[in-house]
């Protein structure tokens, strides 16, 4: 509308030539001071615009949630990419599809969230492939679906909302972007959309591994969501003026709530007792006229048992005297340093866990229980090399094949699943690690990887020391290296350096940059003797 009243401007003036000169004078500077203000309101928009992130296209987008922080794992910004938010927004706000702030949809009378928010909650949630996601509150589809890209074909993802408007438009968005093609080819399938209040009795009685809320949890309900949580869990929701993270342990009970960042949403719909009653109701009455097959709990079964007294037969020790921070490599980060140093093993801490499982999965335990040691016969085992909170999630990974890695333990079970001999792990520790790498950390993480013979992880640390090689030698470090892994990257670089130096177009170039200061300096010498002929 700004920009029609502009265009409007000249006409009126021009059917207003005929008024004497004072008044044309006056119709001027009144246009004047309208185009001034159009300009002002431009210049405020785009300063908004500006401090909202606003971007045109997907790309962008992304570069702009990497740079400012929010969006820090390569695969987050994989799923993100491969499925963009303009996919999943009515034409009325296509324009804006690409900003990083939050949109009113008027035809359903919703907000979407903010591209930051999405890529904060994803990378708390730490989707893994095979994970089962619920995303309440699933609106436009957007947020479940990249849910779906992260768990993959062997995972599930369920979004949940009120209307049943709202969860076609969300299915058929998904369809679209999947029948669209692309590359990779999205294969979303297992992404599905129902309508139900997510506080009312669900009949197929299901659990998950990570949920995430779109709406404000009441403080009443909070116990309510938690109940849908699988054994060592993980629940993302806004809560009172917060937005926080709550994991349970292998038993399901709380383990740790952390606020994550200041939030303001609407609260989530509840239903009113007569309605939870009768849903209840209807669940029971359900299943009583059919026979129902329960989910298969093996997985949940087996990792209700780590550090139970149940059926064990052998103890993990902490030696008094062991001490993690002098036989482990120094972590990726500063902080990470700080917290391994403060949980270094005690006397008296102790893990119980069951023979059988420890030699199935791992091959040390193996060797060492199946031979006749006196671990064997003393049926206890102490362990030195890593923390009692870093095994005890190494140990919950042998019993449920699923840990949660992050900056603060990739370090620690990269160290158990090498000394321990447990293959996965070590590739999921070295894949983290991988994306943590910087400027700072980059000879220590490539020190770590010589340690632990990881040799992804080494590869791609090295690579990053060539690539930056003249920040990387400055750090204190690099100097810390021992001299055959320090020998190997100065090799290596210097053949980075050579093959860069000496390719065809760098020969050209200097040729070419040669020549021309040749000429220059052969006119400057010519001026010169002009100059002196003068």
Known sequence: MEQQAVEEEPNERTARDVVSDEEDSGDEEEHEDETNNVLLRYLFRSVLERDHGHTNTNEALLVHLRHSGVLRTARVEEAMRAVPRGAFLPESVQHAAYADRPLRLPEFGFNISAPHMYAMCLETLDLQPGHSFLDIGSGTGHFTAIAGYLVGRSGVSHGLDLREDIVDFAGENVRRLCAAGGTPTLDLDHVQFSVRNCFLADPEQRTYDRIHVGACCPNSMLSSLLSLLRPCGVLVTP??????????????????????????????????????????????????????????????????????ARFSDIVLYFPEEGNVAATEPKSATAELSKKEKAEEPQKGREIRAHSFVLQVRSPHFAAMLGAGMCEHTSHRVPVTVVSHDIMLQFVSYLYGGTVTINEDNAVGLLQAADYYDVERLKKMSEQVLATLINVENAAHILGLAQHCNASQLKAVALEFAISHYAEVVCTPEFRELDKDLLIEVTTEACKHLASTSFSPTSVRARASSSSSSSSSSSSSSSSSSSSSSS
């Open 239 to 308: 809560y009172a003026d917060e937005l926080i993270k709550v994991c349970v342990d292998a038993k399901g009970q709380v383990s740790s709530q952390s606020a994550i960042t200041a939030v303001r949403y609407g609260d989530l719909l509840v239903p009113s007792p007569h309605e939870m009653q009768a849903a209840r109701v209807a669940v029971e009455r359900k299943r009583s006229s059919e026979v129902v097959v329960p989910a298969c709990s093996f997985r949940e079964d087996f990792a209700g048992m780590v550090n139970s």
